[in-house]
């Protein structure tokens, strides 16, 4: 049979992104309208409420899509391509819509870090719907610690991208006005490199329990195969920012573009690395 004619979980993620659809529009409606000085600023911060509350409702939804699919197959649905996109989008709401609440001043920058959960969004609607087998080695606690420690990762990643995106954005004058409900650069930029660090903390340990993981899954904390290797690269690349954000006093916006690339070099690691390499890391065993 179809696997779309069985998949009970598509109207769910489909009306999750269709929530997460309505608060990118509602967060850059209300941005591209904050012109006019301070005044203006103060009257669109109207749209913030509303965006809020449709992201939660994405998150809800995306939820029921996770519970659905885990009952209909049997099994976490984190396996393939698919399973993967699908709760990294609700584990990046999850982090998003917390950070959108807890600080206010970050919300104009949803105008950059909504439409860069839409990468995902557009390319998970274009999958199959297939289910893959839950492979022996997936049964362990230290995979879940992996796998949710890297999802904090990621999502405070998005966010430092977020403001990183918003003060290069900010810098063009005709965008300028777009982003007054921000803080100062300065603030922006900081805001950005403490998502960053806790990105770091979080990441370091996704990679110790990965080699644990690994250690009972395989008997080799460690073996070099592609998607270790690529987050291996990852954490230097990040490790290093810091580094240079710390040591050599990194203009803002040449530090902006480097958490864009840290977190293109993630991208990369989380959603292309596992797919195209044939290593036992991919659970195939």
Same mark, same amino acid.
């Given at each position: 049979?179809?696997?779309?004619?069985?998949?009970?979980?598509?109207?769910?993620?489909?009306?999750?992104?269709?929530?997460?659809?309505?608060?990118?529009?509602?967060?850059?409606?209300?941005?591209?309208?904050?012109?006019?000085?301070?005044?203006?600023?103060?009257?669109?911060?109207?749209?913030?409420?509303?965006?809020?509350?449709?992201?939660?409702?994405?998150?809800?939804? $995306? %939820?029921? #899509? =996770?519970?659905? !699919?885990?009952?209909?197959?049997?099994?976490?649905? @984190?396996?393939? +391509?698919?399973?993967?996109?699908?709760?990294?989008?609700?584990?990046?709401?999850?982090?998003?819509?917390?950070?959108?609440?807890?600080?206010?001043?970050?919300?104009?920058?949803?105008?950059?870090?909504?439409?860069?959960?839409?990468?995902?969004?557009?390319?998970?609607?274009?999958?199959?719907?297939?289910?893959?087998?839950?492979?022996?080695?997936?049964?362990?606690?230290?995979?879940?610690?992996?796998?949710?420690?890297?999802?904090?990762?990621?999502?405070?990643?998005?966010?430092?991208?977020? $403001? %990183?995106? #918003? =003060?290069?954005? !900010?810098?063009?004058?005709?965008?300028?006005?777009? @982003?007054?409900? +921000?803080?100062?650069?300065?603030?922006?930029?900081?805001?950005?490199?403490?998502?960053?660090?806790?990105?770091?903390?979080?990441?370091?340990?996704?990679?110790?329990?990965?080699?644990?993981?690994?250690?009972?899954?395989?008997?080799?904390?460690?073996?070099?195969?592609?998607?270790?290797?690529?987050?291996?690269?990852?954490?230097?690349?990040?490790?290093?920012?810091?580094?240079?954000?710390?040591?050599?006093?990194?203009?803002?916006?040449?530090?902006?573009?480097?958490?864009?690339?840290?977190?293109?070099?993630?991208? =990369?690691?989380?959603?292309?690395?596992?797919?195209?390499?044939?290593?036992?890391?991919?659970?195939?065993?």
């Amino acid at each position: 049979m179809n696997e779309w004619n069985t998949a009970t979980e598509l109207p769910w993620l489909w009306a999750g992104m269709a929530s997460y659809a309505l608060a990118t529009f509602i967060v850059i409606r209300g941005v591209v309208l904050t012109r006019g000085g301070a005044a203006g600023a103060a009257v669109n911060r109207g749209y913030e409420t509303p965006a809020f509350i449709f992201i939660l409702a994405g998150v809800a939804l $995306l %939820a029921m #899509a =996770l519970a659905e !699919r885990w009952i209909r197959i049997g099994h976490g649905p @984190f396996v393939n +391509l698919f399973e993967l996109l699908m709760s990294q989008l609700f584990s990046l709401g999850v982090i998003y819509s917390f950070a959108y609440w807890r600080y206010p001043a970050i919300r104009a920058s949803a105008v950059v870090a909504l439409p860069l959960m839409w990468i995902l969004g557009v390319w998970v609607l274009m999958l199959e719907p297939s289910a893959t087998a839950f492979p022996p080695t997936y049964y362990n606690n230290w995979l879940w610690a992996h796998v949710g420690l890297g999802k904090f990762f990621l999502g405070f990643c998005l966010v430092g991208t977020g $403001l %990183a995106g #918003a =003060l290069l954005l !900010r810098g063009v004058p005709r965008l300028e006005p777009w @982003f007054r409900q +921000l803080p100062s650069d300065a603030m922006v930029d900081h805001l950005a490199w403490r998502f960053m660090l806790l990105a770091f903390i979080f990441h370091s340990a996704m990679l110790i329990a990965g080699a644990v993981w690994a250690q009972d899954a395989w008997g080799r904390y460690w073996s070099w195969d592609a998607l270790e290797t690529s987050s291996f690269l990852t954490w230097l690349a990040l490790g290093g920012a810091i580094h240079a954000r710390l040591t050599y006093r990194l203009p803002m916006r040449a530090g902006a573009i480097f958490i864009i690339v840290v977190f293109i070099i993630a991208f =990369l690691t989380y959603f292309g690395t596992p797919f195209y390499s044939s290593a036992a890391h991919k659970g195939v065993i």
